[in-house]
C-alpha cells in the first residue's frame, strides 16, 4: 500500500489514507517466479483479504519472447495473432469492469484502487494500460505513437510489445 500511495502522490498529487486494492499482476512464471509467488502469497494472508485482491493475469507470449528476437518476416503474424494469445481486449474490457464493480461490503467506505504490474511496468503493463486509455479515455490526441513515446520516457528503452 505504501508503494501504490507514493505513486498515487506522484502522479496525482495525492492519495487517499486507505483504499481498498485490487492487484493486477501481469507476470508469469517464466520471468519472475519469485516475484509472483511474493504477491500470491501476501494475497493469501487472511489478514491482508481485507486490504483488497489479486487478479492474476499472466501475459502470453509478448511477457515471454521479446520483440527483438522475432525476425522480421514474422511480425505482421505475430502482431495479429498476440491480441488473441494475450486477451488483451477482453482484460482491457475486465478492467473498466472492475472500475465499475463495487468493493465488498465490509470494504465499501474505502476507494478503489487499481494497480496493474509486470516485473519492470513498462512492456506488458504498457500495453495493457495503453490500450486501456486508448480504449476508454476516447481522447483523438493520444495515439500509439504517443503512448510508444511515453513508454520510451518512462522505461528509457523501447518497449517490447507487439500489439
Known amino acids: 500500500?505504501?508503494?501504490?500511495?507514493?505513486?498515487?502522490?506522484?502522479?496525482?498529487?495525492?492519495?487517499?489514507?486507505?483504499?481498498?486494492?485490487?492487484?493486477?499482476?501481469?507476470?508469469?512464471?517464466?520471468?519472475?517466479?519469485?516475484?509472483?509467488?511474493?504477491?500470491?502469497?501476501?494475497?493469501g494472508w487472511p489478514e491482508n483479504m481485507e486490504n483488497g485482491r489479486l487478479v492474476d493475469w499472466p501475459l502470453g507470449a509478448a511477457?515471454?519472447?521479446?520483440?527483438?528476437?522475432?525476425?522480421?518476416?514474422?511480425?505482421?503474424?505475430v502482431s495479429e495473432n498476440m491480441w488473441e494469445v494475450d486477451q488483451l481486449p477482453q482484460r482491457v474490457a475486465a478492467i473498466e469492469t472492475l472500475l465499475q464493480t463495487k468493493a465488498p461490503s465490509?470494504?465499501?467506505?474505502k476507494p478503489l484502487v487499481i494497480l496493474v504490474h509486470c516485473s519492470a511496468g513498462c512492456d506488458r503493463t504498457g500495453e495493457v494500460i495503453g490500450a486501456f486509455r486508448m480504449t476508454y479515455?476516447?481522447?483523438?490526441?493520444?495515439?500509439?505513437?504517443?503512448?510508444?513515446?511515453?513508454?520510451?520516457?518512462?522505461?528509457?528503452?523501447?518497449?517490447?510489445?507487439?500489439?
Not at 13 to 33: I, K, Q
Not at 63 to 77: H, L, N, Q, R, T
Not at 140 to 161: F, G, H, K, S, W
Open 1 to 43: 500500500k505504501e508503494y501504490v500511495s507514493s505513486r498515487g502522490v506522484e502522479e496525482c498529487g495525492s492519495a487517499p489514507d486507505d483504499f481498498y486494492l485490487v492487484e493486477v499482476t501481469l507476470n508469469n512464471a517464466f520471468d519472475d517466479d519469485a516475484g509472483l509467488l511474493a504477491v500470491r502469497a501476501w494475497h
Open 63 to 77: 511477457g515471454i519472447i521479446p520483440a527483438s528476437e522475432v525476425p522480421e518476416d514474422d511480425w505482421a503474424s
Open 106 to 109: 465490509w470494504a465499501e467506505d
Open 137 to 163: 479515455f476516447n481522447n483523438p490526441q493520444i495515439t500509439a505513437t504517443d503512448m510508444y513515446a511515453l513508454d520510451v520516457e518512462e522505461c528509457t528503452r523501447a518497449p517490447n510489445y507487439y500489439s
